[in-house]
T-cell receptor, first 113, second 110 residues
Framework: NAGVTQTPKFQVLKTGQSMTLQCAQD?????MYWYRQDPGMGLRLIYY???????DKGEVPNGYNVSRLNKREFSLRLESAAPSQTSVYFC????????????FGPGTRLTVL | EDQVTQSPEALRLQEGESSSLNCSYT??????LFWYRQDPGKGPEFLFT???AGEEKEKERLKATLTKKESFLHITAPKPEDSATYLC???????????FGKGTSLLVTP
């Protein structure tokens, strides 16, 4: 099992460009999450999908959109990138939403110039 | 507002020198407390989940404990390969997000 995979590993964008971060899991988990990690701050939840067909905002959703494509895949889209979105993005999945362990992917390091 | 505070921010130990990392939390209704290990450039790796005060879990040189206000990660006779950042997170009963602390960066020297 690969667990949670993310593409790309690294990306550099110019302000105003758009891009989609891809995430897939092969653990048959119902719930998936997108977090960002910034220096000096803990991981913060951007969006989550408690089950296929549903998505909800987390703590820092502004500037992002998500799509739960199917049970395996959950993508994060930046429509018009800003320097404040420079961060490391982690996707995670869990069997269910409540008190289940969240397993993380390897991350995407994004720089917005 | 839920809060998670980890201390110390950084810790340097000699190989074999046991110590503890602290995670203090305030949350309205604890659903679970999670410990993760994160190596540079990698994603967080799951270590333990604790659900209620008094619970303890062990794995190799690590032992996690939980009270109503804090959790400790005890490291017994650490080795250099235990060097990493250790993250604590809580999940409140009303939500789905994990609320993370800023982490403790542990360095174990030979």
């Amino acid at each position: 099992n690969a667990g949670v995979t993310q593409t790309p590993k690294f990306q550099v964008l110019k302000t105003g460009q758009s891009m989609t971060l891809q995430c897939a899991q092969d653990m048959n988990h119902n719930s998936m999450y997108w977090y960002r990690q910034d220096p000096g701050m803990g991981l913060r939840l951007i969006y989550y999908s408690a089950s296929e067909g549903t998505t909800d905002k987390g703590e820092v959703p502004n500037g992002y959109n998500v799509s739960r494509l199917n049970k395996r895949e959950f993508s994060l889209r930046l429509e018009s990138a800003a320097p404040s979105q420079t961060s490391v993005y982690f996707c995670a999945s869990s069997e269910a939403s409540a008190a289940d362990t969240q397993y993380f992917g390897p991350g995407t390091r994004l720089t917005v110039l | 507002e839920d809060q998670v505070t980890q201390s110390p921010e950084a810790l340097r130990l000699q190989e074999g020198e046991s110590s503890s990392l602290n995670c203090s939390y305030t949350v309205s209704g604890l659903r679970g407390l999670f410990w993760y290990r994160q190596d540079p450039g990698k994603g967080p790796e799951f270590l333990f989940t604790l659900y209620s005060a008094g619970e303890e879990k062990e794995k190799e040189r690590l032992k996690a404990t939980l009270t109503k206000k804090e959790s400790f990660l005890h490291i017994t006779a650490p080795k250099p390969e235990d060097s990493a950042t250790y993250l604590c997170a809580v999940q409140a009963s009303r939500g789905y997000a994990l609320n993370f602390g800023k982490g403790t960066s542990l360095l174990v020297t030979p």
